[in-house]
Structures are given as structure tokens and as C-alpha cells.
């Protein structure tokens, strides 16, 4: 069975390589993309994807308060942050919102797919220098 991924992201560009690569996996498939919040969230309503990728970094697809609207309409949907973001305070932000995944745009080629992967299994995923700067911090 495949995971079934919908994206949102302002950048038609971006979208389309994230759908190209996304549906180059044997284990995945985008179901749906969107460019603003409510188009995200009527496409949610209706693909039922197992894993949101949100890209929080976009005005117009929203920022963390995207998170929340998501499980809203679907809270048994993953959600893999996508985002330039690499402060703690958002990643933080981003888990008490109840995001499942956070990956930093430099680190998506490495990391996205691994996201989406361990979401999508019931997992949470922090892209390793993210999660190694917040353990430092609490150390």
C-alpha cells in the first residue's frame, strides 16, 4: 500500500519537483497539491491523504497555525513540516501544534523522504541537526 502524500506549497516550481520526486518512490504517491490554505484544506477533505507535507515558510499556504487547521479536518493525518525555519522555537511550535515531522529546506535531500516515510508509520521525525541543536540546548 502506498503512502498517500498531499503537498502544499506556494511555489509552483517546488510543488512540481517535490510531486516528481515524491512519485518516483514504489512506497508513495501525491494525491493532491495545493498553493494556498483553504485550497489545502479542501483538497485535504477530499484525498484523505495519509501524510500532509505543509510547508509552513509560504504566506499564503500559512504559517503554524496551518498545522492546527489540518488536524482539524483530518486528525489522524501526518503532517511533515516543510520549512527555511531552523530556529528551536519553531520546531517546538511546530510539536505542540501537533506536527508530526519538521525538515528544514536544506536538508530535504537528504531527509524528506525519510519524513515522510516514519510519519507515515505512526513515527515523528526531526531532521538529525535539528534534533541535535535541541538536545545541546537542554543539556
Not at 515558510?57 to 500559512?62: F, Y
Not at 516515510?117 to 540546548?137: K, L, M, N, P, Y
Amino acid at each position: 500500500m502506498s503512502v498517500r502524500v498531499f503537498v502544499t506549497n506556494d511555489h509552483e516550481i517546488l510543488r512540481g519537483a517535490l510531486r516528481a520526486v515524491i512519485d518516483m518512490q514504489t512506497d508513495m504517491e501525491v494525491v493532491g497539491e495545493a498553493a494556498t490554505g483553504p485550497d489545502a484544506e479542501l483538497g485535504i477533505k477530499e484525498t484523505d491523504p495519509d501524510v500532509v507535507l505543509l510547508d509552513i515558510g509560504t504566506h499564503s499556504c500559512g504559517r503554524l497555525d496551518a498545522i492546527a487547521a489540518v488536524k482539524r479536518i483530518r486528525s489522524e493525518t501526518g503532517i511533515v513540516v516543510l520549512t527555511f525555519h531552523e530556529e528551536l522555537g519553531y520546531i517546538r511550535a511546530a510539536g505542540r501544534r501537533r506536527a508530526d515531522g519538521y525538515v528544514v529546506k536544506r536538508a530535504m535531500n537528504t531527509e524528506l523522504l525519510t519524513a515522510i516515510r516514519a510519519v507515515s508509520r505512526g513515527r515523528t521525525f526531526v531532521d538529525a541537526r535539528e534534533s541535535s541543536a535541541a538536545i545541546a540546548e537542554m543539556a
